[in-house]
Nanobody, 123 residues
Framework: QVQLVESGGGLVQAGGSLRLSCVGS????????KGWFRQAPGKEREFVAA????????YYADSVKGRFTISRDGAKDTVSLQMNSLKPEDTAVYYC????????????????WGQGTQVTVSS
């Protein structure tokens, strides 16, 4: 069983930065693909970014490319999302997720989910 716990959300002004972190537990977590998704009120959960378990490949949604960076610390079983140049439309609950294989962007591709952390960007 894998458990994920996010942290780092908060309120920030447009143009600002936030760093989200996700700590995973479970003996196989280090070998999973890690991803970040977000869900705004009244909208479906959408893909943000993903990274393979060794960190060799990353994948970003077009809406965050060039502004967000996903990274991993294998020794600490942590995956982070550095978010720069934040916009009001980035406001959402952000979820960490883990997948046994692949580098997908679909919600159904991921097997485990965190509880989410709120990010609010004011204009």
């Amino acid at each position: 069983q894998v458990q994920l716990v996010e942290s780092g959300g908060g309120l920030v002004q447009a143009g600002g930065s936030l760093r989200l972190s996700c700590v995973g537990s479970g003996r196989t977590f280090s070998t999973y693909t890690k991803g970040w998704f977000r869900q705004a009120p009244g909208k479906e959960r959408e893909f943000v970014a993903a990274i393979t378990w060794r960190g060799a490949s990353t994948y970003y949604a077009d809406s965050v490319k060039g502004r967000f960076t996903i990274s991993r610390d294998g020794a600490k079983d942590t995956v982070s999302l550095q978010m720069n140049s934040l916009k009001p439309e980035d406001t959402a609950v952000y979820y960490c997720a883990a997948a046994r294989a692949g580098l997908g962007s679909g919600v159904s591709s991921y097997d485990y989910w965190g509880q989410g952390t709120q990010v609010t960007v004011s204009s």
